[in-house]
Structures are given as C-alpha cells and as structure tokens.
C-alpha cells in the first residue's frame, strides 16, 4: 500500500524490523514477537517492513533495471522513508554517500539507533536474486573473527551428497 492508500501488486526486497522504545530491536526480539503463542498477548515490539527494492510491480519483472531505477520505482509507489521507528511498510533510508568520513559518521549514527549497518550498493547494477553483487555489501562495526570454515568434505552413505567434515582454522590465542 502506498502513500496515497493505492494498493499495488508488487514483490520487494526488505527487512522485517522492530521497535521497541524508539530504538530497533534485535532479530531475535522480532523472531519471539512473531512466535508469541496468543496473539492477544501484549508485546511491546512493533513490526515494520524496510523495503530496500522493488523487483516486481504490476506484473513488470524489474530485476533487469539498474538499481537506481528500481530505487525510483519504489519511492513512486511507497513514497519518501519514514523516521525511525515507524509502523507498517517504508521505502529504507537512501544516502549517496563517496567521502569515507561520511560514510563512517553515518554508519555510526544507524548503528546508535539500533541498525545493523549500511548496505552499499552499485547503482547500476542489476538485481541478482539470492546473492549480492561483487559491487554490493554491507557496511558494518568491525568484529573479530576467532575461528572460520576453511574446508569441506561431502559425507558418504547416508551423508552422500551433504557436507559433513569440516576442517577449521582457529585465530592464534
């Protein structure tokens, strides 16, 4: 549904978000809402979808589109993004960004508001369904990695065909 109420037939990509307190909560918050037993229970998380594309409207495929027209598109049917927190369905917040400061004074003030990070995006790019583009990433606080998958072996017999060894490499300390 969009600004002026019209509803549209239209497939997005987007995230399911909560609220609780003004700030965004955490998926596992979100996931026990969801999951809550009686709907009729109280729940003090409120649901909103962040809409970051459009890939369908009106029985259009839109994927072949670059980026920036499918962005367009989107604003056209949902209209300008809504503050933090919000109810309901908004197109996600867009900045373009090319000073690095920028980009890491910005990143820290969604990551104060309860978000997970930036998603940088090549506004030319086509929609590539399941993956991101090489140009296409998210921009998050740095973490430190202690452990991490560096091999895989498939199983046999009832493991045929599905990975079952794995060999780990572990950080030093």
Do not use: W
């Not at 809402?33 to 009686?38: A, P």
């Not at 990433?137 to 895989?152: C, V």
């Amino acid at each position: 549904q969009d600004h002026k109420h019209e509803m549209h037939e239209m497939i997005v990509d987007a995230q399911l978000m909560g609220f609780q307190d003004g700030r965004a909560v955490g998926q596992a918050e979100v996931v026990r809402h969801i999951n809550r037993r009686h709907f009729a229970r109280r729940s003090k998380v409120s649901p909103a979808l962040a809409a970051h594309d459009i890939l369908y409207l009106e029985g259009v495929d839109l994927t072949d589109l670059a980026y920036e027209e499918r962005r367009k598109r989107l604003m056209e049917v949902l209209g300008e993004p809504k503050e933090l927190p919000f109810k309901g369905i908004s197109a996600a917040k867009e900045k373009i960004l090319k000073d690095p400061e920028e980009v890491k004074s910005y990143c820290g003030q969604v990551l104060k508001a309860g978000c997970k990070g930036l998603m940088a995006r090549d506004l030319k790019a086509p929609y590539i369904p399941g993956s991101y583009s090489s140009c296409d990433f998210l921009l998050k606080e740095e973490e430190t990695i202690t452990a991490a998958i560096i091999g895989a072996k498939f199983g046999r017999g009832k493991r045929e065909g599905i990975l079952a060894r794995y060999q780990v490499a572990l950080r030093s300390g």
